[in-house]
């Protein structure tokens, strides 16, 4: 099969390579890029059928793409590139050194009142806080497996100011000397409730994880297994942001500060978008997906 290579910008075109039907669009990048140099790096490189169209799936072959009598490949740059576990890792190593700046309580942030003691859901809220991120980064080195290699680098800042922002933002008033504790029903049932979903959300990446043979792209519908935490699969295609919406309400709620629950805020609102569009491509690509599953609330959305 004979196609045409061009860029999205000015439909510049590089020259036509002769390659076979059966090739896959995550090859192709590594073949164009050996053929013409001057193309961008495989990492960088983001093959549509049309300047302006969608992005490829790296499994789809040529003779699947319909290509047509255009025999068009176009290549949108897509920038620098940098490892999905470097952006993983940095976004999720800020906040424990941030909150933990804020929990030693230096008296350049907060004055002379930083002798004051601190209760006993300051302690806990820390406890919280530095499982929660030292899970993800665990996670990440050990668990997930991530279908692209690299992001664009300008992921790097946006995630991380993200993160380190909202973290200064809620330990600032978490471990403020002045901040007060709700009652101790509330602390330790909301603490219970911070458990039960971070350990719903290990247990789900752990089971997706599984779905995927080692060093494959293999993708496959995602269904309970024996830990009951992955029960909720029946009604949800991405129970991990169900679970992880959950452990930040409950902190919310536990530590009673409103900085916290904007912040659970802002990622339910992220983590729903990310969970449609997974939902979507979920029913597109399996014909067999359940139709009784929404996307991230049971029953709703």
Not at 26 to 35: C, F, M, S, T, V
Request: with cysteine.
């Amino acid at each position: 099969m004979d196609i045409e290579i061009l860029s999205t910008v000015g439909s510049k075109s590089y020259g036509k390579c002769h390659i076979p039907a059966s090739t896959t669009v995550g090859d192709l990048r590594y073949i164009i890029h050996k053929q013409y140099a001057k193309t961008p790096a495989p990492e960088r490189q983001s093959l549509r059928l049309e300047p302006r169209g969608k992005a490829l799936k790296e499994t789809d072959t040529l003779e699947t793409l319909n290509i047509g009598q255009s025999n068009k490949i176009y290549i949108k740059d897509l920038g620098p590139q940098i490892g999905w576990k470097t952006v993983f890792l940095a976004e999720y190593a800020g906040p424990l050194f941030v909150y933990l700046i804020f929990y030693a309580r230096p008296a350049i942030i907060y004055g002379e009142a930083a002798d004051k003691p601190m209760s006993l859901t300051v302690h806990i809220a820390a406890a919280c806080y530095t499982v929660h991120y030292a899970k993800r980064i665990l996670e990440t080195i050990f668990v997930h497996r991530f279908s692209h290699a690299t992001m664009p680098i300008r992921n790097l800042f946006k995630n991380c100011s993200y993160y380190w922002g909202f973290t200064a933002y809620v330990s600032y008033h978490v471990n403020h000397p002045l901040y007060t504790s709700p009652c101790v029903l509330q602390v330790w049932g909301f603490l219970a409730a911070f458990a039960i979903c971070e350990l719903g959300n290990f247990s789900i990446h752990i089971a997706l994880r599984n779905l995927r043979p080692p060093g494959t792209k293999v993708r496959r519908i995602p269904v309970p297994d024996d830990n009951p935490f992955t029960k909720l699969f029946n009604l949800v295609s991405c129970p991990n942001y169900t679970y992880e919406i959950g452990s930040w309400l409950a902190f919310s709620l536990m530590t009673q500060c409103l900085p916290a629950l904007l912040f659970a805020i802002a990622g339910a609102y992220q983590m729903t978008i990310w969970a449609l569009g997974k939902h979507r491509n979920y029913k597109k690509e399996f014909k067999d997906y359940p139709k009784c599953r929404r996307a991230i609330f049971p029953f709703l959305v």
